[in-house]
Nanobody, 121 residues
Framework: QVQLVESGGGQVQPGGSLRLSCAASGFALDYYAVGWFRQAPGKEHERVSCISSSDGITYHAESVKGRFTISRDNAKNTVYLQMNSLKPEDTAVYYC??????????????WGQGTQVTVSS
């Protein structure tokens, strides 16, 4: 069964850190580009970060650049999103998605169910 499962979400104070994990089962994640997206109430679906399959090139949205880092561990079939210096505006449900093509804004083959991140004091 092909599946992506996110974990690592939770509640954290502003300025804090979280590391999200996206674990794949049923397929080899290293052949896929993997993106992290977020959806907050009343806001547009936003692509946060992406990492390519072949050369590990990464993309980060301007809103998170310098604070978030995407990485992958092919041996564990997992992609991570390290989130530092979190702000209340980072509050959202975070999703990972896998693409058999390149990093793109929309074209992904598999999606996870999402994990909630809440940044508040």
């Amino acid at each position: 069964q092909v599946q992506l499962v996110e974990s690592g979400g939770g509640q954290v104070q502003p300025g804090g850190s979280l590391r999200l994990s996206c674990a794949a089962s049923g397929f080899a994640l290293d052949y896929y580009a993997v993106g992290w997206f977020r959806q907050a109430p009343g806001k547009e679906h936003e692509r946060v970060s992406c990492i390519s399959s072949s050369d590990g090139i990464t993309y980060h949205a301007e809103s998170v650049k310098g604070r978030f880092t995407i990485s992958r561990d092919n041996a564990k079939n997992t992609v991570y999103l390290q989130m530092n210096s979190l702000k209340p505006e980072d509050t959202a449900v975070y999703y990972c998605a896998a693409s058999s093509g390149v990093c793109s804004p929309h074209r992904y083959d598999y999606w996870g169910q999402g994990t909630q991140v809440t940044v508040s004091s």
